[in-house]
């Protein structure tokens, strides 16, 4: 019913950039907040970020306020994670979830995953 799409994770030196995207199928009535949660090696998964369905609003971990952007285009069935200035302990799998707002780690639909490495 719902499929995610993971792409663009890569190797980035320290205070680089990059952009990951999660193309959405949702084939199932109602509406779906998306989003971005990480996984470190030896770590629990963690939120990053979401938008709501409408794109109104969004929602960021402290970690990463004013170096990250979500977006959504609607027309391309894509969510977006910006991801400038990255740090070290950015390095992580990052997944793609999509379920009710506000998104949490327990529930809604994964992709399955995108490596992020940042190099010092």
């Known amino acids: 019913q719902v499929q995610l799409v993971e792409s663009g994770g890569g190797l980035v030196q320290t205070g680089g950039s990059l952009r990951l995207s999660c193309a959405f199928e949702?084939?199932?009535?109602?509406?779906?907040?998306m989003g971005w949660f990480r996984q470190a090696p030896g770590k629990e998964r963690e939120f990053v970020a979401s938008?709501?369905?409408?794109?109104?609003?969004?929602n960021y971990a402290d970690s990463v306020k004013g170096r990250f952007t979500i977006s959504k285009d609607n027309a391309r069935n894509t969510v977006y994670l910006q991801m400038n200035s990255l740090k070290s302990e950015d390095t992580a799998n990052y997944y793609c979830n999509a379920g009710p707002w506000p998104l949490i780690a327990s529930r809604g639909y994964w992709g399955q995953g995108t490596q992020v490495t940042v190099s010092s």
């Open positions: 938008i709501s369905d409408s794109g109104e609003y969004t």
């Open positions: 949702i084939r199932t009535s109602g509406f779906y907040a």
